[in-house]
């Protein structure tokens, strides 16, 4: 580090407080002072992904190995795009070489080497149109969906969990054999029904906590890769 403060003093990293201003809650102040003090926000920032989730991806995908250039890869609900960011790195698809298609109800700004789908995708039409997108079957569906929470910790878990079985269902419709999948779920004991689907159609299925999900978040991810091909 060159010039300035070091951030330390007597060994303590000085930690940056937000005031609660008048029209601003103390749930958003908390929040705000959790960004400006986390890591993964500013190396974020430094090295140009959308959001701290990018290093959640990247993490989980070096550990197993999940990417590959040249592979066709589909990001559900990818705004702000960080998930797609790593993806189109990883798959070259800049180059040419592999695919990201991302698709949201909301609209997000280009990313280099993302195709991007405003569209739901479980609607009816959603995996026939990916598939015609992509050229073929997925090697790879990826979700990091999270419903809106409501502060009650079981309908919390509930509704995230029904979103990633959503993803599931379209994942089974336009993966390749051999593919994976990788949602996000919560700590919990109701995604029983969607864990015994992935072992059915899915080689392995772990459940992960990467280092950038915050150690208070109930926030896991379950992997399943080795699609063992649809179901009739």
Not at 181 to 209: C, I, M, N, P, T
């Given at each position: 580090?060159?010039?300035?403060?070091?951030?330390?003093?007597?060994?303590?990293?000085?930690?940056?407080?937000?005031?609660?201003?008048?029209?601003?809650?103390?749930?958003?102040?908390?929040?705000?002072?959790?960004?400006?003090?986390?890591?993964?926000?500013a190396q974020a920032k430094r090295e140009g992904y959308r959001s701290r989730a990018a290093y959640k991806l990247l993490e989980m995908a070096e550990k197993y190995g999940?990417?590959?250039?040249?592979?066709?890869?589909?990001?559900?609900?990818?705004?702000?795009?960080?998930?797609?960011?790593?993806?189109?790195?990883?798959?070259?698809?800049?180059?040419?070489?592999?695919?990201?298609?991302?698709?949201?109800?909301?609209?997000?700004?280009?990313?280099?080497?993302?195709?991007?789908?405003?569209?739901?995708?479980?609607?009816?039409?959603?995996?026939?149109?990916?598939?015609?997108?992509?050229?073929?079957?997925?090697?790879?569906?990826?979700?990091?969906?999270?419903?809106?929470?409501?502060?009650?910790?079981?309908?919390?878990?509930?509704?995230?969990?029904?979103?990633?079985?959503?993803?599931?269902?379209?994942?089974?419709?336009?993966?390749?054999?051999?593919?994976?999948?990788?949602?996000?779920?919560?700590?919990?004991?109701?995604?029983?029904?969607?864990?015994?689907?992935?072992?059915?159609?899915?080689?392995?299925?772990?459940?992960?906590?990467?280092?950038?999900?915050?150690?208070?978040?109930?926030?896991?991810?379950?992997?399943?890769?080795?699609?063992?091909?649809?179901?009739?």
């Open positions: 580090m060159t010039g300035g403060s070091s951030g330390h003093e007597g060994g303590r990293a000085l930690k940056t407080r937000v005031r609660t201003a008048r029209k601003r809650s103390l749930a958003s102040t908390l929040w705000l002072e959790r960004q400006l003090n986390d890591p993964f926000v999940l990417f590959r250039p040249g592979q066709r890869i589909v990001d559900l609900g990818a705004a702000p795009g960080g998930w797609s960011q790593v993806a189109a790195q990883a798959v070259k698809a800049a180059e040419g070489k592999g695919r990201v298609v991302a698709i949201d109800i909301l609209p997000m700004d280009a990313v280099v080497g993302v195709e991007f789908e405003l569209m739901d995708f479980h609607a009816p039409d959603a995996p026939e149109q990916l598939k015609a997108r992509l050229g073929g079957l997925a090697d790879g569906v990826m979700s990091d969906m999270a419903a809106n929470a409501t502060g009650h910790r079981k309908t919390d878990h509930l509704r995230i969990v029904g979103l990633a079985e959503l993803a599931a269902d379209f994942a089974s419709s336009v993966l390749a054999p051999g593919g994976f999948f990788v949602a996000k779920v919560l700590h919990g004991g109701s995604e029983g029904e969607l864990l015994a689907r992935l072992k059915r159609d899915f080689a392995v299925v772990r459940h992960l906590k990467p280092k950038a999900s915050r150690a208070d978040s109930a926030e896991l991810y379950v992997m399943a890769t080795g699609f063992r091909g649809a179901h009739e």
